[in-house]
């Protein structure tokens, strides 16, 4: 590897912001297995797709500290999975837009992290950057998988099955006896 070129598997953060680096590329959506692991395996599932992403660092300066290590990551991908409506499969849109802040230990990390709405992660020696995009494409995708309007009519019960045919209705006991008392006597 050149002078100034970064491995984003093996990605030395603070260096690469240090340097105001700036990385970009697709990876094929197979090469992130935890994404890729729920697709639906049927003939009409959409292809896998690539993975489109971007990152860039930078140091920010503070008032009286060290400057602040930040990264910036977009990625974005049409992932497959299995319409919870249908069962059909469907490929959704998911996309990432995030700041990261990095600090230099784990303690401070929690602790930033619970006072602040930025998300901040402790500085590891090397960072695998396809990993991370994998995680927050991950976290990015809809709990409940679906089309926005399904390709097809979802199919209805024509009649209902045994089981869900209603019981018949009892007669009331004691239904006669009021019967008896609304007679008029027999005098």
Request: glycine share 4%; aromatic share 4%; hydrophobic share 45%.
């Amino acid at each position: 590897m050149k002078p100034g070129e970064h491995d984003p598997r093996r990605l030395d953060v603070a260096t690469f912001a240090t340097q105001g680096g700036e990385l970009q590329g697709r990876w094929p959506l197979a090469d992130l297995p935890r994404l890729a692991e729920d697709a639906p395996a049927t003939d009409d599932a959409p292809a896998l797709s690539d993975v489109s992403w971007a990152a860039h660092a930078e140091r920010r300066p503070v008032k009286g500290g060290e400057p602040e290590l930040w990264l910036h990551l977009e990625a974005s991908a049409d992932v497959p999975r299995e319409c919870q409506r249908c069962l059909a499969p469907v490929a959704l849109p998911v996309a990432i837009d995030r700041w990261l802040r990095f600090v230099p230990d784990e303690e401070l990390a929690a602790a930033l992290d619970a006072d602040s709405e930025d998300d901040v992660l402790a500085l590891p020696r090397w960072l695998d950057l396809q990993e991370l995009v994998e995680d927050e494409l991950l976290l990015a995708l809809p709990l409940v998988p679906r089309h926005d309007v399904c390709p097809a009519p979802l199919p209805m019960a024509a009649e209902p099955s045994a089981d869900e045919m209603p019981e018949p209705e009892k007669a009331n006991p004691f239904a006669a006896l009021a019967q008896l008392k609304r007679r008029p006597d027999q005098s």
